[in-house]
């Protein structure tokens, strides 16, 4: 796909209202979709200004009513929370709530602490990939197939009916969320966008790494999405963005990212997976993603929500590359 988009992602701390405000900002500012994030807590430091957490499904199926345009997703949903007999259904009626635009995405879950303070079990890595991988099976069968069964080792359904079928044919996008070789091979089975919270370098080697693996089974991947999740900063200064790398390291997951193969420390890791300067700057650094195989950028929502940055983004950046 040679067509660059731009999407907002993250909802930590959101409110019902900000929920609103976001989407309707993104609508009026010409972002492609909106994601907000699956999870029940707060699992990251200093990523929302309160600990509010509304279901971002649910929460999605509402804000279409209220937005003409904009794709509605979750990057991503959490496949252990849900049987995907419930997810397919539930972001069915997103589909057809918002007229079809509904963005598919699912992950297998990452945070240890999140599930065992809620009572989900949390399976071994290999584990959730496999479990993963049966789901999207399920999903796609369901809105597919009528009936629909399956028989898998995590997930069995038998001539199940779930109608109607969804709006978009033959089912929304697909997004696949993960950096990983295992994740990879579930995305190159199953998904329409393969997204990545990584730094550029790591970025680069793993989409150069899924497009070998296509050309091995013959995929055709001419209208692939290859993703990043990437925050955003427009700084005047070196000592300014200095501070925000700052801040950045302090709130750093080390439970779900370790420092990439070709950093030499986690600094430069951090400063090299998101965008921050000067608007040219900003124009530059995407030329790199872009030349590294990314053609969709879901910037980090701004904690407290500020419409002028989104629309600045756009405006100064996103035309830059329309």
Not at 64 to 79: D, I
Not at 182 to 201: E, Y
């Amino acid at each position: 796909m040679d067509k660059t988009i731009f999407s907002i992602g993250g909802s930590s701390g959101l409110g019902w209202e900000s929920f609103l405000q976001v989407c309707k900002g993104c609508e009026d500012s010409g972002y492609f979709a909106f994601y907000p994030s699956d999870h029940l807590m707060t699992v990251q430091p200093g990523k929302g200004p309160s600990p509010d957490r509304l279901d971002a499904l649910t929460a999605m199926a509402a804000v279409s009513g209220y937005t003409k345009r904009l794709r509605m997703g979750v990057l991503v949903a959490n496949n252990l929370f849900r049987h995907p007999v419930m997810t397919a259904k539930i972001f069915n009626t997103i589909d057809h709530a918002s007229n079809g635009r509904a963005e598919f995405g699912l992950g297998a879950g990452w945070s240890e602490q999140e599930h065992i303070v809620h009572g989900f079990p949390f399976p071994r890595p290999s584990e959730r990939i496999e479990m993963l991988d049966e789901a999207l099976e399920v999903i796609r069968a369901i809105w597919t197939d009528e009936p629909a069964s399956f028989d898998g080792k995590y997930y069995q359904i038998n001539e199940a009916p779930q109608m109607p079928k969804p709006v978009q044919k033959p089912y929304p996008p697909i997004i696949v969320g993960g950096i990983s070789a295992r994740t990879m091979k579930v995305a190159l089975k199953h998904a329409d966008d393969w997204d990545q919270i990584a730094p550029l370098r790591q970025v680069e080697r793993n989409i150069k790494s899924f497009k070998i693996e296509a050309q091995k089974i013959n995929r055709n991947i001419e209208n692939m999405r290859f993703s990043v999740q990437v925050p955003f900063d427009f700084v005047k200064s070196k000592s300014e963005a200095d501070n925000i790398i700052d801040r950045a390291l302090a709130n750093f997951n080390y439970g779900a990212h370790k420092v990439a193969e070709g950093y030499k420390d986690l600094r430069e890791h951090v400063a090299d997976s998101r965008l921050i300067g000067n608007v040219d700057e900003i124009i530059e650094q995407i030329g790199n993603w872009k030349a590294a195989g990314v053609n969709h950028f879901i910037l980090t929502t701004p904690r407290p929500f500020d419409q002028n940055i989104i629309e600045k983004f756009m405006s100064k950046v996103g035309q830059a590359f329309l």
